[in-house]
């Protein structure tokens, strides 16, 4: 339908919204939505239409749409309709044998474990990789082939921690643990005229680099958890920088942000802010004036009883988040502006050292301490492929550094050599012809006069009564298997569930996650259903956790995570379905083990049960007695079910 309104109807769109609003509240009830919009998009739009869009729109069933409603659905319709030709094919990042792609002979290899990767001169012809490592060199490689070029003795008996590359003078900084910073030309490496960075008192961690205007300034994050901004913009004949009193043109600040070891230190231009993070388990963003040097923590650190060390982070500017990771199993993605976390990626099953962010295909990449690399989806947060290096490396059989390349579209991982893992589109059964899992749903919508399937993999489809046709699908509702799906009482959204136990809302004309519902276990979703008892407009759900869920549907809550509103416990066995009369305003729910209990709604107390103890007799029990069961063996059916 969005396919039919261009930008002049759209300007037209807008100021029909406006004249129809005559209480100026801001929103459009139906009458007021077809009167404004009939006369603009009257000639592509029958009247039915015009309906549809609006119960559409107005996925919460309030009765009005405002001008944000609309746009937001047109944009997330157009965003799911190009979707729907990405999901032709998949990325995936191809596994290549280093013995084979490896053109350097052992001895120009790194004798110890690199540190850190930079691709130097993107996109032009002096294009280089540049690796730093433990055994005191710097090496050049060819970005292509990853041929050996050159090699650069930087220390004979320090390990190199970190390395960075100013673009504007084309150096390279190079940070050794024996409290000494050099800066090198990217041209000649030449030893005779590179800068070093001496009197520092700390050993220099991790470095960052922040071009201020026609200043060039060095970030250094040390081992007693100081943040230090020299500017080392070169002056003609210059060749030495004390850290000592900053000489007149040369600011140095120094900042006390961390307890514990600087892992590392960034500026950010789309921040205007430098971010930090440490051992002592705090991620900072801070500025880097010299009079106002404010640091705020990243998350409410007090609420956690250990703090964990933070290895490493990354910034998506398409989606304005900060990934972290560290001693946790888990990555967290935090939202800079508000300073709180808004999601976590668990998976991993080792402390995570590395996280990169691929921006160019909406890609957060991360690897663990036991060699394993996830690739997530960031508009979804899902995994979309886990790989293994199974390669023995010395001295530490680990992943040291990480890098994408962006211009050969190739991950890169190291350890005392470089490996490439190109990135291939591999090509998907058509979407178009249907599900290619088996079907766990299939509701029928008298509103739209659609069917609305749902597959195991966590897609759904939206198919035309009248023409057989699928007009629409979305998919990765979960990140586990999809279990059950149920319309509410207006036919506006869809509620799913999954076997990891979570409860979603959708609007499934776009796709759009509405709300999320939280549970208390992890377990699978077997039944939803949306109930009206009186007043109240409640879900529920039950499952494997053999509880009763419920939680309540109200405005308020449309857009952010709700948690239950009771739990109604009960059952001996899983929860394999639910039935509701509104007249009695009761809750059926039947169990594995041939119960069925009868609930109230107001009370949320067993009304009474149902056994059924054999085929050939039927009786009721009330709760005040309780029911006989037939004797069952000692590891029940059940029990097999979930140890499968």
């Not at 210059?238 to 140095?252: N, T």
């Not at 530490?396 to 550094?401: G, K, L, T």
């Not at 699928?470 to 009482?489: S, Y």
Request: net charge negative; aromatic share 8%.
């Amino acid at each position: 339908m969005e396919d039919r309104i261009n930008l002049h109807q759209l300007m037209e769109l807008k100021a029909a919204f406006e004249r129809a609003d005559t209480d100026q509240g801001g929103s459009l009830d139906m009458e007021e939505f077809l009167e404004a919009f009939g006369g603009v998009l009257g000639e592509n739009l029958t009247t039915t239409q015009l309906i549809h869009l609006f119960m559409k729109i107005d996925a919460n069933s309030d009765g009005s749409v405002d001008w944000d409603e609309f746009t937001q659905f047109m944009l997330l319709e157009n965003q799911a309709a190009a979707d729907m030709s990405d999901r032709s094919f998949a990325v995936r990042y191809m596994e290549q044998d280093p013995r084979l792609c490896d053109p350097n002979p052992k001895s120009v290899h790194h004798r110890d474990m690199i540190e850190q990767i930079l691709l130097i001169g993107k996109g032009t012809q002096q294009e280089k990789l540049v690796t730093s490592a433990r055994d005191g060199t710097v090496r050049v490689w060819n970005a292509s082939t990853l041929a050996h070029v050159k090699t650069i003795k930087v220390s004979e008996s320090s390990w190199i921690t970190d390395c960075k590359y100013f673009g504007a003078s084309n150096r390279l900084a190079v940070a050794c643990v024996d409290r000494s910073v050099y800066l090198y030309d990217n041209g000649s490496y030449d030893e005779a005229t590179r800068v070093a960075l001496s009197g520092v008192d700390t050993s220099p961690l991790s470095l960052g680099t922040w071009n201020d205007q026609q200043a060039e300034k060095l970030i250094v994050g040390d081992d007693d958890g100081h943040v230090t901004l020299y500017d080392c913009t070169p002056s003609e004949g210059e060749l030495y920088l004390s850290a000592a009193p900053a000489p007149a043109g040369r600011r140095l600040l120094r900042d006390r942000r961390h307890s514990d070891w600087v892992t590392k230190v960034c500026f950010y231009d789309e921040l205007n802010a430098m971010v930090s993070s440490s051992l002592d388990g705090t991620l900072r963003i801070g500025e880097l004036e010299r009079r106002s040097r404010h640091s705020r923590v990243l998350g409410d650190v007090e609420k956690h009883s250990q703090k964990k060390g933070v290895y490493s982070f990354d910034w998506s500017n398409t989606f304005k988040l900060l990934a972290s990771c560290g001693l946790e199993r888990t990555v967290a993605l935090w939202n800079p502006y508000t300073l709180r976390q808004v999601a976590q990626l668990p998976g991993h099953n080792s402390s995570v050292q590395h996280v990169e962010v691929n921006d160019d295909c909406h890609q957060l990449i991360t690897c663990s301490i036991d060699k394993t690399v996830k690739v997530w989806d960031l508009r979804n947060l899902k995994c979309l492929q886990t790989m293994q290096d199974k390669t023995h490396s010395r001295p530490e059989n680990r992943i040291s550094a990480l890098r994408y390349d962006p211009v050969r579209c190739q991950l890169l991982t190291a350890s005392t050599t470089l490996r490439a893992w190109p990135m291939q589109k591999v090509t998907k059964r058509s979407v178009n012809s249907g599900h290619e899992h088996p079907l766990c749903a299939a509701l029928y919508n008298q509103n739209f006069n659609q069917v609305v399937s749902g597959d195991e993999s966590a897609q759904v489809c939206v198919w035309d009564v009248a023409t057989a046709e699928m007009v629409f699908h979305f998919a990765d509702l979960h990140r586990a298997k999809m279990t059950a799906m149920a319309f509410d009482e207006a036919g506006r959204r869809l509620i799913t569930g999954g076997n990891d136990g979570t409860v979603r809302m959708w609007n499934f004309s776009n796709g759009q996650c509405l709300r999320e519902l939280s549970g208390e276990d992890f377990l699978e979703v077997s039944s939803i259903m949306f109930i009206v008892a009186g007043q109240n407009k409640l879900v529920v759900a039950g499952g494997w956790n053999r509880k009763v869920v419920v939680w309540r549907d109200d405005a308020e809550a449309s857009s952010a995570q709700s948690t239950p509103e009771r739990t109604m416990s009960g059952h001996a066995e899983d929860i394999l379905s639910i039935a509701f009369s509104p007249h009695n305003n009761v809750l059926a729910t039947s169990g594995y083990d041939g119960r069925i209990l009868v609930w109230h709604m107001e009370s949320g107390l067993v009304k009474f049960t149902l056994c059924t103890p054999n085929a050939e007799s039927f009786e009721v029990r009330f709760e005040s007695s309780t029911p006989s069961l037939p004797a069952r063996p000692a590891r029940s059916a059940n029990a097999a079910r979930h140890a499968v």
